[in-house]
Every structure is written in structure tokens, then in C-alpha cells.
């Protein structure tokens, strides 16, 4: 082998071990934001109507499953639950890392007027908003808050 062949192979050597650094290096950093502190989020959608009220072209942000990669999750047309008073419900919950966006909208049937919410652990609630005219899409939207 010549010299000038040992220097090539030499050169590819080196930038193949410098690619794979790379590829760890950025695979470790997704893997260690995809597993960081996050939040339990529920997302929850009233609605000014009975029981059975549909919701189309809901959405979601977050993760199913700790680890998962966070995005939105195209859910289609949901039905409401029994709600308080004379209204209904429809919720969701996943996980969302801390201090990434959480996001939920959907858009009641004519007539009807919708509010979202976003509730840490069930219970805090960090978002709220009620669609501007019936029948129209509402939209929660925030960035989560950093843990303690």
C-alpha cells in the first residue's frame, strides 16, 4: 500500500469515528430530553350541551407513553362524557416534558360553545379558554412550567 493510500484510508478512518460520535452524541440528547422531568397532562374540553356532544378535529401535543417522542396526536371526532351542571366533558391524558408546549383544540358542533383546559397531575390547572362563537374552535396552548 502506498503512502498516499494509507493517508486516504487514514481519512476515511477518522471521519467515520467522528460521524459516529456525532450520531451518539445527538441520540444521547434526544433520549435524555425524551426521558426528562415531565408532566402528567390532562386536557379536558366542556361543552354547553348534553351528554353525546361531538367534538371534531381534535388535537393533542404530548406523549403517550413516558419516553415516547412528544407530537401531535390527530384524534378526530371524540364524544363527550357527563359533565357538571348542564354541559359535558370529554378528556385526555398524556405526558408532557417540563417546560415544552401542551396543546389541545377541538371544535363543537353548531351551536354549541366550547371550553378547554389543561390540568397538571389532574388537578392544576395552567390553561383555560372558551371558543369566541358557538360552533367555532377552541384552543388551549402553553408552555409547561419547570419542575421543583
Known amino acids: 500500500m502506498s503512502e498516499q493510500q494509507r493517508r486516504v484510508v487514514r481519512l476515511l478512518a477518522a471521519a467515520a469515528v467522528a460521524g459516529a460520535v456525532a450520531v451518539l452524541a445527538t441520540g444521547c440528547s434526544v433520549v ?3 426521558t426528562g422531568d415531565a408532566w402528567a397532562v390532562t386536557y379536558e374540553v ?10 371534531s378535529d381534535v388535537r393533542v ?14 384524534l ?18 398524556t405526558i408532557v416534558l417540563a ?3 401542551a396543546s389541545v383544540r377541538a371544535t363543537p358542533g353548531a351551536g354549541a360553545t366550547a371550553t378547554c383546559r389543561i390540568l397538571l397531575d389532574g388537578k392544576r390547572e395552567i390553561a383555560r379558554e ?4 358557538p360552533g367555532g374552535v377552541v384552543r388551549c396552548r402553553v408552555a409547561t412550567p419547570a419542575l421543583d
Open 32 to 34: 435524555q430530553r425524551q
Open 99 to 101: 417546560e415544552q408546549r
Open 61 to 74: 401535543e404530548g406523549a403517550e407513553r413516558r419516553g415516547d417522542v412528544p407530537e401531535v396526536h390527530r
Open 46 to 55: 366542556s361543552v354547553d350541551r348534553p351528554s353525546g356532544a361531538e367534538l
Open 76 to 93: 378526530g371526532s371524540e364524544e363527550t362524557g357527563a359533565g357538571d351542571g348542564d354541559g359535558s366533558r370529554w378528556s385526555h391524558d
Open 130 to 133: 372558551t371558543s369566541v362563537r
